[in-house]
């Protein structure tokens, strides 16, 4: 699985982006999806998760701002983030695991995925 991610940019706290994920590659459309961020000098944080059902988990910062969400016929994750903040400022990294779990916990793990994308920057001005 080969995955593409873009739409990052510069913004106001308070405005909105929407980020793109494009895999290809056998399996990319049953594959489990995630989206991670990285701020300088931290350590890369889980955002949201989606199933290939689309069953969805987002993490408690940024729920009720952020949408995760995938089109199956286009093989493309997005990310809609509204609201943003200056904490929100980090490099976006978007995963892919073919690896099947019983358990949406298990895709809490930066470890259950195998593909990552390049990251796109996001940058939040107050």
């Known amino acids: 699985v080969q995955l593409q991610a873009s739409g990052g940019g510069l913004v106001q706290a308070g405005e909105s982006l929407r980020l793109s994920c494009a895999a290809s590659?056998?399996?990319?459309?049953?594959?489990?999806m995630a989206w991670y961020r990285q701020a300088p000098g931290e350590q890369r944080d889980l955002v949201a998760v989606?199933?290939?059902?689309?069953?969805?988990y987002t993490v408690d910062s940024v729920k009720g701002r952020f949408t995760i969400s995938r089109d199956n016929a286009r093989n493309t994750m997005y990310l809609q983030m509204n609201r943003l903040k200056p904490e929100d400022t980090a490099v976006y990294y978007c995963?892919?695991?073919?690896?099947?779990?019983?358990?949406?916990?298990?895709?809490?793990?930066?470890?259950?995925?195998?593909?990552w994308g390049q990251g796109t920057l996001v940058t939040v001005s107050s």
């Open positions: 590659g056998t399996g990319s459309s049953s594959s489990t």
């Open positions: 989606i199933t290939s059902g689309g069953t969805t």
């Open positions: 995963a892919a695991t073919r690896r099947p779990s019983p358990s949406l916990r298990h895709f809490t793990s930066i470890s259950s995925y195998d593909y």
